[in-house]
């Protein structure tokens, strides 16, 4: 896990979002970044959260909200 740097990440992030779609690339980074973050306050493995980067670079797949609604008839 401490191997974890930037560029591997993005690269990892990447092929995740072109070979499975960019939500399951999204929820990839939301989980993995929440591992490394409780790593950081409780073990203080990391100086700072690699997986900060997609979101400082702002270069995250956008996520695509349903508009899906429940019919009265449903």
């Given at each position: ?45 990391f ?28």
């Open positions: 896990v401490t191997d974890i740097t930037d560029e591997k990440f993005y690269a990892r992030y990447t092929e995740i979002g072109e070979k499975n779609g960019p939500t399951m690339a999204n929820n990839v980074r939301r989980i993995l970044s929440s591992i490394l973050n409780y790593g950081i306050a409780a073990r203080r493995l100086d700072r959260n690699p997986v900060q980067y997609i979101a400082s670079t702002k270069s995250a797949y956008p996520n695509k909200r349903r508009d899906n609604y429940i019919k009265p008839a449903q």
